[in-house]
């Protein structure tokens, strides 16, 4: 099982980001993906939920309405779109499905 997180960077405020997470080495469709971060000196939380066959979302309450969650079973990945980014949203992002993590990407909101 293979979880591959990109799509991260440095962004000024109110600017945007797409994530994307790659999956290899399961059947990806058959599982929900999930988008935590961890901020410097910040436990790890869970951003966003996207269930098997996409019906379902959840969201952290700081991010609803800014970030969309969604999921391409054909190409084996799950985006997160973050809009009008705030310095708070800076942390490492990271993927999770079928009980893996991927390796993080560090996402930086700074003017």
């Known amino acids: 099982v293979q979880l591959v997180e990109s799509g991260g960077g440095l962004v000024q405020p109110g600017g945007s980001l797409r994530l994307s997470c790659t999956a290899s080495?399961?059947?990806?469709?058959?599982?929900?993906v999930s988008w935590y971060r961890q901020g410097p000196r910040k436990g790890r939380e869970l951003v966003a939920l996207i269930t098997r066959g996409g019906g379902g979302r959840n969201y952290l309450d700081s991010v609803k309405d800014r970030f969309t969650i969604s999921r391409d079973d054909a190409k084996n990945t799950v985006y997160l779109q973050m809009n009008s980014l705030k310095p708070e949203d800076t942390a490492v992002y990271y993927c999770?499905?079928?009980?893996?993590w991927g390796q993080g990407i560090q996402v930086t909101v700074s003017s």
């Open positions: 999770k499905s079928s009980n893996s």
């Open positions: 080495g399961f059947t990806f469709e058959n599982f929900a």
